[in-house]
DNA sequence: GTCTATACAAGGATAGAC
DNA sequence: GTCTATCCTTGTATAGAC
């Protein structure tokens, strides 16, 4: 195995390990019995190196998208499309996931699962209030599905927008992404 | 107006211009013509800062609920505090938002918005196909509201299970987050 | 092409004087 | 409460050996 492999392979285990932003050259480096100078000639800067991480992904998830479109459309294969990306991604998570400086902190210093398990409880109540006084029309499973839901929307809707709607004013943002949680709730009235 | 109450201030808002992972404590001191030893007094470490501007976000979004709670149960009123919990945070994006080091490299390498773009007329061709197959029914604005679902999803869920599914299994993990996938797209069936 | 050694800038953190 | 000086770590750059 060449070097450059080898270290892209030992970065992405440390990424995975304890995320992108905790894990640095020299540490790859050392990890790997080579030099910072040596990994510096196969990737000059630490984004070339996720920048190839973030290529071998996007390779491996249009792949599985074409094998899709090759077939016929149906439900059951493309949630079995799905489920491959989602594979895919986790198999990569360390070069996505909330190793950043907001979820270091959080994770530190607060008791993440029992505020999750508090702000779950919470839409639960509030959902169940609306069910009883007519405004939902809930099912066994709904409310747990809109929690699910409501909680994931909660939390990221904000760092979509920073991405996809960069030149868009913030009521126009607000609007669009309080559209979507109206849509979702009027599937249930 | 306090030292303490100062640089909170000018802290969220260079967070805010340029992100939390951006502004550095020397630029917060300079900003405000105190020593880095000063804010070091006030905030011994960033964390600190971080941690206190999470703590008013808190706050004020309980505040909000809590109003919630004293009226009665409907979709309309939830709506209305749902969007002023998103109008603060808002307020204190920059202390969330995706400055980390992955979204910094993929805004500089890749088009992200027509990447984006190409993105959503794909999920577009899947949901037509699904749907002139028979496997979907789309009423007007559905296929956008799916596609605007599956977007954020798709983006999101690790990060989130990351978060909340600390001690579950990649398996659990995947399958709970495909359970919420399956149940959307099965309100359309 | 592959690697080592070394230097530099920037950022967080802290000790000690006033 | 405020400041100066200093330390340590991390990303980055490069000269030069093999």
Redesign the interface.
């Known amino acids: 195995m060449k070097t450059k492999d080898k270290i892209l392979k030992e970065a992405l285990r440390l990424f995975n390990e304890r995320g992108?932003?905790q894990v640095g050259v020299r540490e790859i480096a050392r990890s790997l019995d080579i030099s910072v100078g040596n990994l510096s000639y196969h990737f000059p800067k630490?984004?070339d190196l996720?920048?190839e991480l973030?290529s071998q992904i996007r390779m491996a998830n249009d792949a599985r998208?074409e094998e899709?479109f090759e077939g016929?459309?149906?439900?059951g294969r493309?949630?079995g499309t799905?489920?491959q990306?989602?594979?895919n991604?986790?198999r990569y998570?360390g070069?996505?996931?909330?190793h950043?400086?907001?979820?270091?902190?959080?994770?530190?210093?607060f008791d993440?699962?029992s505020i999750?398990e508090k702000r779950r409880k919470?839409f639960h109540r509030?959902y169940t209030?609306?069910a009883?006084?007519g405004?939902?029309k809930l099912a066994e499973?709904d409310i747990e599905?809109l929690i699910?839901?409501i909680?994931?929307?909660?939390?990221?809707?904000?760092?979509?927008a920073?991405?996809?709607f960069?030149d868009k004013s913030?009521e126009e943002?607000?609007d669009?992404?309080?559209g979507?949680?109206?849509?979702?709730?009027g599937?249930f009235?």
Do not use: P
Request: hydrophobic residues 50%; aromatic residues 18%; glycine residues 4%.
């Open positions: 992108l932003s630490k984004e996720i920048m973030l998208y899709y016929r459309a149906s439900l493309f949630l799905f489920r990306i989602m594979e991604q986790y998570r070069v996505f996931l909330g950043d400086e907001i979820n270091q902190v959080i994770k530190k210093h993440y699962l999750e919470f509030i209030d609306l009883k006084a405004e939902l499973g599905f699910s839901f909680t994931l929307f909660g939390r990221f809707w904000m760092m979509e920073s991405i996809s960069t913030k943002i607000i669009h992404y309080m979507l949680l109206k849509k979702q709730l599937l009235v």
